[in-house]
């Protein structure tokens, strides 16, 4: 098994920050032919992976939706950082901080609009590690 870390800085903002380019050039790194798994997984208590199609609105609705489930307000128990961050634990229960993709000859077997995503609620914590995983098989 083949395993890197990404550094991602997501800024002081919510957001959906697309991974699929750095995935695919780590794939492509192991063996241009090779097919097996890749995992992604943050290693953070308020941030998830997703995937789901970018630059069409999509994300912009993924964090509108979100700001509807998990409203940045005082009704969370977990209080400490900025108003809201009690929301920012719960969302990896909605959006799961790992996905696995399927690798086909080296490529990421997605679908035609879809894309690897972090998704990142927590505005008190601008740098995010991603860890990316290939298991050939």
């Given amino acids: 098994m083949r395993s890197e870390t990404l550094r991602v800085h997501t800024g002081g903002r919510e957001t959906v920050h697309d991974l699929t380019r750095e995935c695919a050039e780590f794939v492509a790194a192991y063996d241009g032919s090779a097919s097996g798994l890749l995992h992604v997984f943050v290693p953070h208590a308020t941030a998830g992976i997703a995937i789901l199609e970018t630059?069409?609105?999509s994300d912009d609705d993924l964090l509108a939706a979100l700001a509807d489930l998990l409203p940045a307000d005082d009704r969370w128990r977990h209080r400490h950082g900025s108003a809201g961050h009690g929301r920012s634990h719960v969302m990896p229960a909605l959006i799961p901080p790992y996905a696995t993709v399927p690798v086909v000859d080296?490529?990421?077997?997605l679908g035609t609009w879809q894309s690897i995503?972090?998704?990142?609620?927590?505005?008190d914590n601008p740098d995010r590690e991603v860890?990316?995983?290939?298991?050939e098989g």
Avoid: I
């Fill in 131 to 135: 860890r990316l995983s290939f298991l």
């Fill in 117 to 123: 995503c972090l998704v990142d609620l927590n505005v």
């Fill in 106 to 109: 080296g490529r990421l077997a």
């Fill in 55 to 57: 630059g069409a609105g």
